[in-house]
């Protein structure tokens, strides 16, 4: 079965520190990664794709098929990057490609 | 464009009462999804549908349903409602060809609180 795991609920950083949300993912086809985020009372939206290869906001992320790792790295944290952020799975399942599988969310708090 | 609209945005019932979300897609997308998020089990997948047909569905029981329309806008119907339902319930679109040859980003709406007493 394909599946989301992020390991930390809560990342606590100070501002200007790096910062490495961890996602690793189960599923024997040809994933794609995404990672979502959601600031404080607005709707959740995409912060990136593994297939573009952006860089968003100075967020990265690489996916690994090797380690089923697609882990999102910033080298210095901002204050506006406090948010809830959801690492998100989707490929050929059933029949249909566009069904997303999150992982749990990793909370990051960035302190000034 | 306008984004993805849901109504109500909040919502209370009682235990055994059922309820009738809207979600109303940005406007060229034909795909619309459906998500429950709730503390204990996170964001998990209800269905998609894809003009006017569900094409995937979730391991949720069948008091939970969905349509769309031909104007791509989506109900999602829960019946004899349960305490366990109280979450909020998202909806997704996204624009999709028909061939549907790879993953399309889905664009998220503010979602509706459901609150099962």
């Known amino acids: 079965a394909q599946r989301v795991t992020q390991p930390e609920k809560l990342l606590s950083v100070f501002k200007g520190a790096p910062v490495e949300l961890k996602c690793n993912y189960s599923y024997s086809g040809s994933p794609e990664l995404f990672w979502y985020v959601q600031y404080s009372r607005q709707r959740l939206q995409l912060l990136l794709r593994h297939i573009s290869r952006e860089s968003i906001k100075g967020f990265t992320a690489d996916l690994n098929k090797g380690e089923t790792s697609f882990h999102l790295k910033k080298p210095f944290a901002q204050e506006e990057d406090s948010a809830m952020y959801y690492c998100?799975?989707?490929?050929?399942?059933?029949?249909?490609?566009?069904?997303?599988?999150f992982g749990a969310g990793t909370r990051l708090a960035v302190h000034p | 464009k306008a984004g993805v609209t849901q109504t109500p945005r909040y919502l209370i019932k009682t235990r055994g009462q059922q309820v009738t979300l809207s979600c109303s897609p940005i406007s060229g997308h034909r795909s619309v999804s459906w998500y429950q998020q709730t503390p204990g089990q996170g964001l998990q997948f209800l269905f998609e549908?894809?003009?006017?047909?569900?094409?995937n569905k979730g391991n949720f029981p069948g008091r939970f349903s969905g349509r769309q329309f031909s104007n791509s806008r989506s109900e999602m119907n829960v019946s004899t409602l349960e305490l366990g339902d109280s979450a909020l319930y998202l909806c997704?679109?996204?624009?999709?060809?028909?061939?549907?040859?790879?993953?399309?980003?889905?664009?998220f709406g503010p979602g509706t609180r459901l609150t099962v007493t």
């Open positions: 997704a679109s996204s624009y999709i060809r028909e061939n549907r040859d790879r993953v399309y980003e889905q664009y």
């Open positions: 998100a799975l989707s490929g050929w399942f059933s029949g249909g490609y566009n069904k997303l599988i």
């Open positions: 549908y894809f003009s006017e047909t569900q094409r």
